[in-house]
Nanobody, 124 residues
Framework: QVQLVESGGGLVQAGGSLKLSCAYSGRTSGDYAMGWFRRAPGKEREFVAGFSRTADTTYYADSVKDRFTISRDNAKNTVYLQMNSLKPEDTAVYYC?????????????????WGQGTQVTVSS
């Protein structure tokens, strides 16, 4: 059974950086398109960043473009999210998931399964 475990969150000041990791068990992350999502308090889960199955295409939400970078290490079955120039509005629980449909999508309903997430808090 596929499982994903996120880690690397924490408390950081505005302008700082964090690198999140998503350890993937089961089939390798190279078999799937993957994505990072986040859920802020009182808000719906939203797409942050993703890559295609072959990882030759990456895509980002406008709110994080040029600040966040998604990558993966197939040998380690791990997906990463490097977050720079963090802002208080980036505060959320961050989740990774694999895409479950064979076409481009950023809808949370087209991704899964979901791990427990990792909390990112950015202070002003």
């Amino acid at each position: 059974q596929v499982q994903l475990v996120e880690s690397g969150g924490g408390l950081v000041q505005a302008g700082g950086s964090l690198k999140l990791s998503c350890a993937y068990s089961g089939r390798t992350s190279g078999d799937y398109a993957m994505g990072w999502f986040r859920r802020a308090p009182g808000k719906e889960r939203e797409f942050v960043a993703g890559f295609s199955r072959t990882a030759d295409t990456t895509y980002y939400a406008d709110s994080v473009k040029d600040r966040f970078t998604i990558s993966r290490d197939n040998a380690k079955n791990t997906v990463y999210l490097q977050m720079n120039s963090l802002k208080p509005e980036d505060t959320a629980v961050y989740y990774c998931a694999r895409r479950t449909v064979p076409y481009y999508s950023i809808l949370p309903t087209n991704f899964g399964p979901w791990g427990q997430g990792t909390q990112v808090t950015v202070s002003s």
